[in-house]
Nanobody, 113 residues
Framework: VHLVESGGGLVQPGGSLRLSCAASGSIFSINVMGWYRQAPGKERELVALITYDSTTNYADSVKGRFIISRDNAKDTAYLQMNSLKPEDTAVYYC????????WGQGTQVTVSS
């Protein structure tokens, strides 16, 4: 199983970014897709998850600002991040649960003026 992330980068506070995570390989059935993040000196934390039937779960810190979605036909998840804050700066990791757990390589998101 291979996860390819894209969409990270540098953005000013208040700006937006959209992350994508495409899964490929021997995937029988993807149940949950989502994103975690890890800031320097901090533990990895949940950002958002979405199930196959589009039930979502968000960290309190991103509710109302981030939107997670997925395209089951493409085995791809998206994270629309709006009203970004400096404290959103972190490496964002794609997560997939398909019987086993899989992680992407991470993409850097930096929010700074």
């Amino acid at each position: 199983v291979h996860l390819v992330e894209s969409g990270g980068g540098l953005v000013q506070p208040g700006g937006s970014l959209r992350l994508s995570c495409a899964a490929s390989g021997s995937i029988f059935s993807i149940n949950v897709m989502g994103w975690y993040r890890q800031a320097p000196g901090k533990e990895r934390e949940l950002v958002a998850l979405i199930t196959y039937d589009s039930t979502t779960n968000y960290a309190d810190s991103v509710k109302g600002r981030f939107i997670i979605s997925r395209d089951n036909a493409k085995d791809t998840a998206y994270l629309q991040m709006n009203s970004l804050k400096p404290e959103d700066t972190a490496v964002y990791y794609c997560y997939v649960h398909a019987i086993l757990n899989y992680w992407g390589q991470g993409t850097q998101v930096t929010v700074s003026s």
